[in-house]
T-cell receptor, first 110, second 113 residues
Framework: DQQVKQNSPSLSVQEGRISILNCDYT??????FLWYKKYPAEGPTFLIS?????DKNEDGRFTVFLNKSAKHLSLHIVPSQPGDSAVYFC?????????FGAGTILRVKS | DTAVSQTPKYLVTQMGNDKSIKCEQN?????MYWYKQDSKKFLKIMFS???????INETVPNRFSPKSPDKAHLNLHINSLELGDSAVYFC????????????FGPGTRLTVT
């Protein structure tokens, strides 16, 4: 039962362009949504979050959009940089735990 | 200074053995977690401790037993290892009131042969 889904295993983007990573969820009781970034041989690191009562949250080059009616969120990275190449995990908070998606590998080409 | 550390980083062992993975955090957080990342890459919560008390215990075989000697440490002991236990295990910590921004260790890659 995958409550958080990232349907794109990988994404390749040119440096300077926009990266858009997508995530879908099924549980309408999630109250927060998050994005984590992971480099090889390291643990995930928190990137940005959004409350379920908001539809947008921005932090520098990173913006997360939430569409509750569609149970969909996306992470926009503008402009993309080679250092952004990593695995991006979408996560949702339900109760006192986080439910993670399987991740999307982002490759930013210079 | 490493915020959340795990030892060992790699662990190769045979079926039926018992092994432990250790985790320590120096962030002063009161909540610690164990996650398993399986072959399909999903990160799944296994356990969570708050101030040495178990608060999350997902459907995990009872061969897995977490132990928290103090709030800075959360160890994972696994008995009678099976092939399906092969995975990457991540430890994490957070302040319970937040629970959103979790700080993860580098992971322990367990291979059971």
């Amino acid at each position: 039962d995958q409550q958080v889904k990232q349907n794109s295993p990988s994404l390749s983007v040119q440096e300077g362009r926009i990266s858009i990573l997508n995530c879908d969820y099924t549980n309408s009781m999630f109250d927060y949504f998050l994005w984590y970034k992971k480099y090889p041989a390291e643990g995930p690191t928190f990137l940005i979050s959004i409350s379920s009562i908001k539809d947008k949250n921005e932090d520098g080059r990173f913006t997360v959009f939430l569409n509750k009616s569609a149970k969909h969120l996306s992470l926009h990275i503008v402009p993309s940089q080679p250092g952004d190449s990593a695995v991006y995990f979408c996560a949702a908070r339900g109760g006192n735990k986080l439910v993670f998606g399987a991740g999307t590998i982002l490759r930013v080409k210079s | 200074d490493t915020a959340v550390s795990q030892t060992p980083k790699y662990l190769v062992t045979q079926m039926g053995n018992d092994k432990s993975i250790k985790c320590e955090q120096n962030l002063g957080h009161d909540t610690m977690y164990w996650y398993k990342q399986d072959s399909k890459k999903f990160l799944k919560i296994m356990f969570s401790y708050n101030n040495k008390e178990l608060i999350i215990n997902e459907t995990v075989p009872n061969r897995f037993s977490p132990k928290s000697p103090d709030k800075a440490h959360l160890n994972l002991h696994i008995n009678s290892l099976e092939l399906g236990d092969s995975a990457v295990y991540f430890c994490a910590s957070s302040q319970l009131g937040q629970g959103l921004e979790q700080y993860f260790g580098p992971g322990t890659r367990l291979t059971v042969t």
